[in-house]
T-cell receptor, first 113, second 116 residues
């Protein structure tokens, strides 16, 4: 029962272009969504989040969009840089179990020079 | 300014042995979470602890797994009689408050358990 799905295991983007990572969820109780970035042999690090009362949140080169009716969110990185190459995890939480993040399987982003 | 510290980073055990993974949260953090990542999968919640209390262990397997966070010392995730399916990366995270909604869930670098 995969409540958070990242259907693209990998994505390759040219440096300077936009990277778009997608995430779908099934549980309508989720009301907070986060993106984490993970380098090999390291722990995930928080990148950006969005509450269900918003449809967009922006932080520098990173923007997260939330479409509640479609139960879909996306992370846009523009312009993409080589240091952005990592695995990106989408995660979600519900108010009742705020400490229990449900993660997607991850998307490996590779930025090509 | 140490982050979340986990040790050992790598642990190899034979089937039937015990594995103990340790986690020291960030300074000032009193809430600890353990997550497990199986190969090619996302992280899955296992347990949430505060000092001397298990708050939510709904993600823990019913047998062989236990966790504690004593008044003094690190949090321990203990796996008894390990099997090959326990091979995974185990991540500890800590927060200041009881909610992860603000995104302030700080992860350690993980402990990679390999069961032969």
């Amino acid at each position: 029962d995969q409540q958070v799905k990242q259907n693209s295991p990998s994505l390759s983007v040219q440096e300077g272009r936009i990277s778009i990572l997608n995430c779908d969820y099934t549980n309508s109780m989720f009301d907070y969504f986060l993106w984490y970035k993970k380098y090999p042999a390291e722990g995930p690090t928080f990148l950006i989040s969005i509450s269900s009362i918003k449809d967009k949140n922006e932080d520098g080169r990173f923007t997260v969009f939330l479409n509640k009716s479609a139960k879909h969110l996306s992370l846009h990185i523009v312009p993409s840089q080589p240091g952005d190459s990592a695995v990106y995890f989408c995660a979600a939480s519900a108010l009742q179990g705020a400490q229990k993040l449900v993660f997607g399987q991850g998307t490996r982003l590779t930025i090509n020079p | 300014n140490a982050g979340v510290m986990q040790n050992p980073r790598h642990l190899v055990r034979r089937r039937g042995q015990e594995a103990r993974l340790r986690c020291s949260p960030m300074k000032g953090h009193s809430h600890v979470y353990w997550y497990r990542q199986l190969p090619e999968e996302g992280l899955k919640f296992m347990v949430y602890l505060q000092k001397e209390n298990i708050i939510d262990e709904s993600g823990m397997p019913k047998e062989r797994f236990s966790a504690e966070f004593p008044k003094e010392g690190p949090s321990i995730l203990r796996i008894q009689q390990v099997v090959r399916g326990d091979s995974a990366a185990y991540f500890c995270a800590s927060t200041v408050t009881s909610t992860a909604n603000t995104g302030e869930l700080f992860f350690g670098e993980g402990s990679r358990l390999t069961v032969l």
